[in-house]
């Protein structure tokens, strides 16, 4: 059974750093891609990254790049969110997921492709 856990969440002011983990278990295969999403309230859940397993291909919304970076430990079976330079519009609870349709980080941001999701972790910028 694949279970997903993330932690590192927390308030933080505006220009900090977060990093956000996610534990992956019952992961069997290696050709998936594993995906950061967050949803603010009262938004819908919206694509913040994405990763190749076995390439370590990325990809990144627009308003994220330069700031956060993905990346994974495969002996661990862990992704990671560096979150830096935060603002208060990352404001969100982040979740991760693991998506068996693709195998390359581009082209897998929606997260109805998604097969499995974690509980997610809130994260919240002050001004």
């Known amino acids: 059974q694949v279970q997903l856990v993330e932690s590192g969440g927390g308030l933080v002011q505006a220009g900090g750093s977060l990093r956000l983990s996610c534990a992956a278990s019952g992961l069997t295969f290696s050709r998936y891609v594993m995906g950061w999403f967050r949803q603010a309230p009262g938004k819908e859940r919206e694509f913040v990254a994405a990763i190749g397993w076995s390439n370590g291909s990325t990809y990144y919304k627009d308003s994220v790049k330069g700031r956060f970076t993905i990346s994974r430990d495969v002996a661990k079976n862990t992704v990671y969110l560096q979150m830096n330079s935060l603002k208060p519009e990352d404001t969100a609870v982040y979740f991760c997921?693991?998506?068996?349709?693709?195998?390359?980080?581009?082209?897998?941001?929606?997260?109805?492709?998604?097969?499995?999701w974690g509980q997610g972790t809130q994260v919240t910028v002050s001004s």
């Open positions: 997921a693991a998506n068996f349709r693709f195998t390359q980080a581009m082209g897998a941001m929606s997260p109805r492709t998604y097969d499995y």
